[in-house]
């Protein structure tokens, strides 16, 4: 940002609006504010005093990143707009360990100005809202060998999204060891009364192994789900671009579970357009993503004995055509508190009817990432005590119509 000179007649009286301009402009945020038109000239509190600021300014200017300059007193040259988000309210002149409160920042700089070397710090901000950032704090000096040539280079890159996935990931890899070590737990105690005093109870080891083999397949299946969703998320940018058509996949997920359905005593019923609804996709990842949702039918909505699946062609809220594949259940339905983190990884409404049924808990999230990666996205709908409805949205493929059709109702029990 341009400077000034706090010394009157310290420059020609002619640069004083172009400067003028630079400071109102740091002092203001605004970026088009011209003093000498609208003849308001604000009198800036305190003014960068160094020979070289508009250059150092127009230098930093486009850098997309913080910056901040200081002169070898550490007062402040000039500064980015950028940087206005840490420190709001800076000013040019102002001493930087004033403007500047982080304590790691303002050792930093003192160190690279005793020192002359460049150092690096991470600091914490909780106003307005928590961030991380890591600052670099670089000794320059001036051609021309002046008393002014020293400067510091304050530049600052935002580490908040950064920290945020490491979270992410340390939260996972916690979730994910937990909901391992609980069947494990439960397996290495039945190995050891079989071992000890279930030896020789024919009857004990039958109900035993049998526990046994109900955990190993849960392990199983939260290990298959875990790589699922890696894989996913490993092609999260390649959007897949085989036609797919969506109706033989609706019948293959129902077939599939047709002999669910019957244990929990549900009539499933499936409605679909008379034309082909297709889509650009990954097969495999969308029969996986709608078997979720239908066993989730199945597990959850068994009570209200009907489960109803439709697909549909509608258009998105912007006028892009797409495919709806809606599973409705008639269930207990979910409160609406829950809904917005159903698809967080190891989210459930009810841990132990989850384990119960032999969930894993990553279902949701693995059709939200299949989504994601097809264009389309996931609708949740539930009004408790009347079911819930899940809706899979697709990326219509082009070329085909977009009216709603008329849809032909068959039983598919
Ligand atoms: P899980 O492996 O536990 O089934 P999901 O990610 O598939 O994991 O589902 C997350 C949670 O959402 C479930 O534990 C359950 O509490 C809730 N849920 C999912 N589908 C339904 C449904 N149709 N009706 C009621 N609750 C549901």
Request: aromatic residues 4%.
């Amino acid at each position: 940002m341009a400077t000034q000179d706090d010394r009157p007649g310290a420059m020609p009286a002619t640069d004083w609006p172009q400067r003028l301009r630079g400071a109102w402009r740091v002092l203001t945020g605004e970026g088009n504010s011209d003093l000498s038109s609208s003849g308001a000239a604000p009198a800036p509190a305190r003014i960068s005093a160094h020979p070289q600021a508009p250059l150092i300014e127009s230098l930093i200017a486009g850098l997309p990143s913080p910056a901040i300059v200081l002169d070898r007193e550490g007062r402040i040259i000039a500064f980015n707009a950028a940087a206005t988000t840490i420190a709001p309210a800076m000013r040019p002149g102002e001493p930087a360990l004033i403007a500047l409160r982080m304590p790691e920042l303002v050792d930093a700089i003192r160190r690279a100005g005793k020192r002359r070397e460049p150092q690096r710090v991470e600091f914490f901000e909780r106003v307005p809202v928590d961030r991380w950032f890591e600052a670099f704090v670089t000794p320059v000096r001036l051609a021309g060998g002046e008393a002014h040539s020293d400067i510091l280079v304050l530049t600052f890159n935002d580490l908040t999204p950064l920290r945020r996935v490491e979270e992410m990931r340390a939260d996972f890899v916690a979730n994910a060891s937990h909901e391992l070590r609980t069947p494990l737990a439960a397996l290495s105690g039945f190995i050891e009364t079989l071992q000890g005093p279930a030896r020789n109870d024919p009857a004990a080891r039958e109900k035993f192994l049998g526990i046994m083999q109900a955990q190993a397949t849960r392990m199983a299946r939260l290990i298959d789900d875990l790589l699922s969703l890696s894989r996913i998320e490993l092609n999260a940018h390649l959007q897949p671009n085989t036609p797919v058509d969506l109706a033989p996949i609706v019948r293959q997920v129902v077939d599939g579970l047709q002999t669910l359905a019957r244990d929990r005593d549900v009539d499933i019923k499936v409605a679909m357009p008379q034309g082909s609804a297709s889509t650009l996709g990954d097969r495999d990842e969308l029969i996986r993503a709608l078997e979720n949702l239908v066993e989730n039918a199945l597990k959850y909505g068994a009570a209200g004995k009907r489960v109803d699946i439709t697909l549909t062609r509608g258009q998105t809220r912007a006028g892009a055509p797409e495919a709806r594949i809606a599973v409705r259940d008639f269930g207990p339905g979910i409160a609406p508190e829950h809904l917005p983190r159903l698809t967080e990884r190891f989210y459930r409404v009810d841990v132990a009817d989850s384990r119960a049924q032999g969930g894993t808990g990553l279902g949701l999230a693995l059709v939200k990432h299949v989504l994601n990666r097809h264009g389309g996205r996931l609708t949740i709908d539930s009004t408790p005590g009347q079911g819930a409805t899940f809706t899979m949205h697709l990326p219509l493929r082009t070329g085909q119509p977009v009216a709603q059709e008329e849809l032909s109702a068959k039983s598919n029990t």
